[in-house]
């Protein structure tokens, strides 16, 4: 199919400043076989009634699950899977509600999956976004999909799936489990290392936003310990998901992360 139904997904929690500047940039999409799929997690500001607003947008309010974690990965991406339950596109984009897309993302991840029929997902590069005057073109990504470890992936936003694909992998996101890690890290693990399918396209078309006093900046600072104990996560989910498919999970970095985890 050259010209399948693309269904952008919008997870949301709070975040009413950046509603309008979300939905209307995919409103502004060149390709325009899509649906916009908007699911707020019960928000308390006024993003679900800025979103109400857009006519052409299909707006869920969803009741939010009691789960015991200090850090909002659980609830983003049980948002995204209650998204995808809702959607009816051959493919889906995810994007956080305060980033936004360039106008041609989504043509542009048609174009791939047309020209490669074999390819079940697609990472895009970030534009590293503080403000109008200030964002960056994220060269973050050279030889990404060469590393032995987990691989140097881009945010949730840059994701584009298959659904039919999407639905496959689905259960293996685990959820209620690993609750540091983040979807994207678990898309790019499951693509690169169980279906060596793992490709960043060599275009920037989503702007990231960042906020110098969010979650990442001041929670997950490099060496401090909910570093270390996301790091373990992560090698943990690592060798959960080799172990199923039947490769030994074991090197050096992953002693030493289990080492220093003992003094936490």
């Not at 106008?103 to 590293?128: A, T």
């Not at 540091?180 to 169980?194: E, G, H, W, Y």
């Not at 104990?229 to 992953?254: C, G, I, P, S, T």
Request: glycine share 2%; proline share 2%; net charge positive.
């Amino acid at each position: 199919m050259r010209n399948p139904l693309v269904s952008i997904l919008i997870a949301c929690y709070n975040r009413e400043k950046y509603i309008d500047r979300c939905i209307k940039s995919c409103l502004d999409q060149t390709y325009k076989n899509l649906e916009i799929v908007f699911v707020d997690d019960s928000s308390t500001d006024k993003s679900y009634q800025i979103a109400k607003k857009f006519k052409r947008v299909k707006v869920y309010k969803k009741k939010r699950k009691n789960f015991k974690s200090k850090f909002g990965t659980f609830y983003l991406l049980d948002t995204y899977l209650y998204a995808f339950k809702k959607s009816k596109g051959k493919i889906l984009s995810f994007l956080d509600a305060d980033d936004f897309f360039n106008k041609k993302k989504v043509e542009n991840i048609v174009e791939y999956f047309n020209r490669n029929k074999d390819k079940k997902i697609l990472f895009d590069k970030p534009i590293i976004y503080y403000s109008k005057k200030d964002y960056i073109y994220s060269k973050d990504y050279k030889n990404a999909s060469k590393r032995k470890k987990w691989p140097k992936f881009p945010p949730t936003s840059c994701i584009s799936i298959k659904k039919n694909f999407f639905s496959k992998i689905k259960n293996e996101l685990k959820p209620k489990s690993f609750d540091l890690l983040s979807m994207d890290f678990r898309l790019a693990v499951i693509s690169k290392f169980i279906f060596k399918d793992f490709k960043i396209l060599n275009k920037h078309l989503t702007f990231y936003f960042q906020n110098k006093k969010g979650e990442i900046n001041s929670n997950f600072r490099k060496f401090r310990k909910n570093w270390w104990l996301r790091r373990m996560q992560a090698h943990e989910y690592m060798k959960y998901l080799l172990k199923k498919n039947n490769v030994k999970y074991q090197n050096f970095d992953y002693t030493l992360t289990k080492i220093i985890n003992l003094f936490f």
